[in-house]
């Protein structure tokens, strides 16, 4: 956006209202309310394919390895997990501002195609889980000719 388009945006009776609706639009997690406002935890994921597999990964940094569930049943992946907040025992200790994210996430993904539940691989490091998925058997994608 050029600085004439920031100025005449600015000079908008709905300017604010505008980049509320931006701000709403790049919030990377929904918000909850607990006394303070707190960023809900949130798991971004990345699905890829192969001629021969899927390739999923979710980043999900914080998390250890036995908080993070995968299920997959009937070409359908769940991934759940939660991040639980740290007790803190000293009184004097007060955070001020925070952009860490706690609490539970599950995301689900149906493939397209059958896949080999008894071969998936999986791997988590450096906070992000990383899936091997493989298709079932030779069913390629084929086009159809209609007689």
């Known amino acids: 956006m050029s600085n004439l388009e920031l100025w005449k945006r600015s000079m908008s009776p709905w300017a604010e209202l ?5 701000n709403f639009l790049k919030q990377e997690a929904p918000t909850t309310w607990s006394g303070n406002m707190k960023r809900a935890m949130a798991a971004r994921v990345e699905v890829s394919e192969t001629p021969q597999a899927f390739l999923v990964k979710f980043d999900i940094p914080g998390l250890k390895k036995e908080d993070i569930k995968i299920d997959l049943h009937d070409n359908r992946l769940t991934v759940s997990g939660e991040r639980r907040e740290e007790k803190r025992e ?12 706690y609490g539970s996430f599950a995301r689900a993904y149906t493939f397209p195609t059958a896949v080999d ?15 091997h998925i493989p298709k079932l058997g030779n069913a390629k994608a084929r086009q159809i000719t209609i007689k």
């Open 18 to 22: 505008d980049g509320l609706f931006d």
């Open 90 to 101: 000293e009184r004097d200790h007060k955070v001020h501002y925070s952009e860490l994210s």
């Open 117 to 131: 539940a008894e071969k998936v691989e999986a791997a988590y490091d450096g906070g992000v889980l990383s899936l």
